[in-house]
């Protein structure tokens, strides 16, 4: 069923149109053979990436800073394979990590298509809670950030997803309004309730496959948002 009434379609970044599980392996892959880490990438990978989601969780949250996200995670994840490794190389692997993830860029199946779909019916846009100086080396050289007309990012707007200042610090940037915004992304909490609870329209991009109710929309494959736009 087609949604009466969006002019402006959102976009989160990591996990909604760029791959970021698959970058981040690679990206793994990468530092740890400049810096000689002899450890099995998928036995680090299996700890890490719920580890991450878990740190980012408390940094949405204003728990937690970035400098502490981007050695905790790494750190927990060392221990937790029980690798030995020194505060100095984690701190490097940590920048190592920021400097090439952009290096690598998968989108997810469809990206590309949704976009050229929507890019003539729609005012496109990010909001993202990715690290600024990542997140427009993402778009260029993943090619897509031209489809988009504004980019916010929680470190510009001083808060993260869902906190409803940065959905409104987006609407400002775009001139655009609540009702005539729909917010597309994977996470249910800083995506999907964020934007709801300010009356914007939502689907979920739900590649996760979580349990959620049946009043929101969501698609397990990009091309699916056709149904609705």
Same mark, same amino acid.
């Given at each position: 069923?087609?949604?009466?009434?969006?002019?402006?379609?959102?976009?989160?970044?990591?996990?909604?149109?760029?791959?970021?599980?698959?970058?981040?392996?690679?990206?793994?892959?990468?530092?740890?053979?400049?810096?000689?880490?002899?450890?099995?990438?998928?036995?680090?990978?299996?700890?890490?990436?719920?580890?991450?989601?878990?740190?980012?969780?408390?940094?949405?949250?204003?728990?937690?800073?970035?400098?502490?996200?981007?050695?905790?995670?790494?750190?927990?994840?060392?221990?937790?394979?029980?690798?030995?490794?020194?505060?100095?190389?984690?701190?490097?692997?940590?920048?190592?990590?920021?400097?090439?993830?952009?290096?690598?860029?998968?989108?997810?199946?469809?990206?590309?298509?949704? $976009?050229?779909?929507?890019?003539?019916?729609?005012?496109? !846009?990010?909001? &993202?809670? *990715?690290?600024?100086?990542? =997140?427009?080396? @993402?778009?260029?050289?993943?090619?897509?950030?031209?489809?988009?007309?504004?980019?916010?990012?929680?470190?510009?707007?001083?808060?993260?997803?869902?906190?409803?200042?940065?959905?409104?610090?987006?609407?400002?940037?775009?001139?655009?309004?609540?009702?005539?915004?729909?917010?597309?992304?994977?996470?249910?909490?800083?995506?999907?309730?964020?934007?709801?609870? $300010?009356?914007?329209?939502?689907?979920?991009?739900?590649? !996760?496959?979580? &349990?959620? *109710?049946?009043?929101?929309? =969501?698609?397990? @494959?990009?091309?699916?948002?056709?149904?609705?736009?």
């Amino acid at each position: 069923m087609k949604v009466n009434g969006i002019k402006h379609v959102f976009f989160d970044l990591d996990h909604t149109l760029w791959d970021f599980d698959k970058n981040s392996a690679l990206t793994f892959e990468k530092i740890f053979d400049i810096h000689q880490v002899d450890i099995e990438i998928t036995d680090f990978l299996s700890v890490y990436e719920p580890i991450n989601l878990n740190y980012w969780k408390l940094y949405r949250e204003e728990k937690i800073d970035k400098a502490n996200l981007r050695y905790k995670r790494l750190k927990d994840s060392f221990d937790a394979v029980g690798f030995v490794v020194s505060d100095e190389l984690i701190d490097q692997l940590s920048e190592d990590y920021i400097n090439y993830l952009t290096t690598f860029n998968h989108l997810f199946d469809g990206t590309l298509e949704i $976009l050229d779909h929507l890019k003539d019916k729609y005012h496109l !846009h990010i909001i &993202t809670n *990715g690290f600024e100086e990542a =997140q427009q080396r @993402k778009m260029d050289n993943a090619q897509i950030a031209h489809y988009f007309q504004t980019v916010t990012n929680s470190e510009a707007a001083g808060v993260k997803k869902p906190n409803p200042i940065i959905f409104n610090h987006a609407l400002k940037l775009a001139n655009a309004l609540p009702d005539e915004s729909m917010m597309i992304g994977d996470n249910l909490e800083a995506d999907i309730i964020g934007a709801m609870d $300010l009356g914007w329209d939502v689907i979920l991009f739900n590649y !996760h496959k979580v &349990t959620v *109710g049946s009043h929101i929309k =969501q698609v397990s @494959k990009l091309s699916e948002l056709k149904t609705f736009l």
